[in-house]
């Protein structure tokens, strides 16, 4: 008889996406069996070959197919009862894109947040549900969800579909866990830039497209001011991050912040890569107030990525104190940053040399 397979106690949701890769590749080199939901054949396969060039072994792990926008995860009955014994779910599900609109980012952001954790709660040896929250998202001590209509199409109209969505998905689950019993940790990291020793990253939203845009000759000012702090952290660290939480966390309810708080200030920071990919650095700062108030058309800019360009400062010490117990610390800073840009350059910013955007 061919022997019985072990259990599959961890459960990545989201896991084709740019980060479940990684969170992936992280907790099969730790060893354990680990289910992944995938939407259809196809990604299984590009998954699959994706992690066996970064050196993982893909016997260990079982894909199941779902979708987080219904509920149930719409998973068959069958590949619902292999994950009975799921003890740790990881729902890094998101649809990230500047440009959404609400009835794109709502879905997966917001109902599908909800429905993971509705269904984590019928796991019986639950241990864990792990959100991947968004960038300044989760501050507020006292979530609120819902809001009522008038105030959610305000927050929708303020702030763009993706940070609403990850906002009021960041809310629902806080407010909701408590009243399921499911024990909860939301991760907020800061910009996600490549893989501390190869610069590998495979998005190139956010701060990408302020380095592609000075990469360019494209960046002739840059918004802000001397004192704009938009940290970053390695892909790594965040996957290691996330692997650890479960072990580690405790409180019923457990949010951390994930960022390396030696990332340089913004314009130091943009002055730094432009010296090392060799191109003229931006003249001067402009205000985001005027970049808000001038044609897109001439400042390039992404109307929904200014609220990320502030001088606020972020509260890492739950972060900080499970890094030190799981044994993690951020790789050095600068490195990181100039292997990624680097990398990006290699890479054409995610773009065939065409001029045609590659598949998502």
């Known amino acids: 008889m061919p022997p019985t397979p072990p259990p599959l ?10 980060l479940g890769r990684w969170l992936l590749l992280e907790l099969l080199g730790q060893g354990g069996a680990v289910a992944a939901t995938v939407r259809d054949a196809g990604r299984d396969t ?14 260990a792990l079982t894909t199941v197919t779902a979708d987080l926008t219904r509920p149930g995860l719409d998973l068959s009955p069958d590949d619902d009862a292999r994950l009975t014994e799921v003890r ?3 729902n890094l599900a998101a649809r990230y894109r500047f440009g959404l ?5 709502e879905p997966t952001n917001v109902h599908g947040a909800l429905h993971a954790l509705c269904w984590s709660a019928t796991r019986p040896r639950l241990r864990r549900l792990v959100h991947l929250s968004g960038y300044r998202v989760g501050r ?3 979530p609120r969800y819902p809001l009522d209509p008038g105030t959610t199409a305000a927050l929708y109209t303020r702030l763009g579909a993706y940070e609403a ?16 019993g499911v024990p909860l ?15 590998e990253a495979g998005q190139y939203l956010g701060l990408a497209q302020l380095v592609r845009q000075l990469h360019r000759g494209r960046l002739p000012l840059l918004p802000g001011t001397r004192r704009t702090f938009l940290p970053v952290v390695t892909v790594d660290h965040l996957a290691r991050f996330l692997a650890a939480a479960p072990e580690h966390d405790r409180a019923p309810v457990a949010a951390h912040t994930v960022l390396d708080p030696s990332t340089p200030h913004l314009p130091d920071l943009i002055a730094l890569l432009a ?21 897109r058309s001439l400042t390039g800019a992404d109307p929904e990525t200014l609220t990320f360009l502030s001088e606020d400062r972020y509260d890492t010490t739950s972060a900080d104190r499970l890094a030190t117990a799981a044994g993690l610390a951020h790789p050095p800073v600068v490195p990181a940053l100039q292997r990624w840009s680097t990398r990006l350059a290699a890479e054409n910013f995610g773009h065939h040399w065409s001029g045609e955007s590659p598949p998502a």
């Open 9 to 18: 106690r961890t459960l990545v949701l989201g896991a084709t996406g740019f």
């Open 46 to 59: 590009a998954l699959r070959a994706w992690l066996r060039e970064h050196g993982a072994d893909t016997t």
């Open 88 to 90: 740790d779910v990881h």
């Open 101 to 105: 609109t609400r009835a794109e980012a």
């Open 140 to 142: 507020d001590p006292r």
């Open 165 to 180: 969505s990850k906002q009021l998905g960041d809310a629902a689950v806080r407010v909701t866990a408590p009243r399921l």
């Open 185 to 199: 940790t939301t991760v907020n990291p800061s910009s996600v830039i490549g893989h501390s020793e190869t610069g």
């Open 275 to 295: 010296t090392h990919l060799g191109v003229r650095p931006p003249r001067g700062l402009i205000p985001v107030p005027l970049v808000r108030r001038l044609p």
